[in-house]
Structures are given as C-alpha cells and as structure tokens.
C-alpha cells in the first residue's frame, strides 16, 4: 500500500511533462472539491476552463539550491556526496535557498494562473490573475524567456519573496495525504 511519503517522492522524481501532468490533475480536482464547474480547454492555448473562463496551470517542486560542484578532478566524488534529499517544509521556506521557476507563461492567452508548490511536507496552490502578473512588482515578472520568443515570460517564486505569494495569491495548502486521496479519487464525469 502506497503511503504518502512514497507519494512525494515519485511526485519529486518526475520528469517535467508527466509532473505537469500531476500537477493539473490535482488542481482539477481540488477545484471540483470548490465547486468550480472544470472543463477541458477548447484548444491548446491554455490548460483547462474554469467557469468558462480559460485559465492556465504551472507547478513547482520546492527543494535547496543544490551545491553540487561539478570541477572537472572531483566529479565522482561531488556526484557521491551529493545530498540528493533536498526537500524544504513550508515552514522553513524562508530559511533555505531556493528557487521555483514558473515558466512559458502567456498573459495573454488565459484570465487566471493556479500555480503550485511542492513542498516537502505539503502542497501550495496559488491563484494570480493574468494582469497581476505583470503588475505586481515583487512578482517579479519577466517577459523574456527565450530569444525571439513573443508574449511568453517567467517568474521566479523563491525563499526571498515567498511571503508575499502566501499573503496575497494562496489559496490552499494540502497535506500529501490529502493529495493522495485526491489522486485516489476518480473525477465524477
């Protein structure tokens, strides 16, 4: 039986498509728990509708910077002494150095972004309308991600300004067991 634990760390583990997928699955299903009518996007601009209003999905996992020095004499030994378990609780999340890059994100193509954190010991789940984004300075949006790329930027959640993202874009946070139980459950079609 799988328990929780077991749960985050193949949520950890994920390659980045098959985490994406997770992660929509999951907010899907905490919106349904809200009330929120939830249906499949009408094309590939965006993630999923929510009331009828297109709104996107990104996740993160939250983990330390790693310190893996990878010099050219002492590569197996960095990689050997590596501390590949890096996970940071909520509750310290100020007091680590992290990162959480929220990417390929199209203001113009979606009305809300729901963007969640990972944590070691819960689940974050953010909502930041498409205009805050950009008007919000501390969100620290940056419309430049690729070059010669149009209308698609990034932000970075990190330990330096994650207090404001839990004072004014959190929604939930959810324990792993919750998250087990909400991927346990099959959505009611």
Known sequence: MINSNDLRDTIFSLHTRKFGGVVEKLVERILVEFGFVVDKAKDNSYDIEINSKSDEIKGSRVLIKSKLNLEVDNIVEELINHKYIRYVSLEDSSNYEWGCNIQQIKTKLFENLWYVLFFGDCVA??????NKIIED??????????????????FHVTNKNIKHHLSNYLVKTITYDEVLNKLNNKRNS
Do not use: A, M, T
């Open 137 to 154: 300075k501390e969100v620290l949006y940056s419309n430049k991600q690729h070059r010669g790329n149009i209308d698609e930027g990034q």
């Open 125 to 130: 789940v953010f909502k930041i309308p498409n």
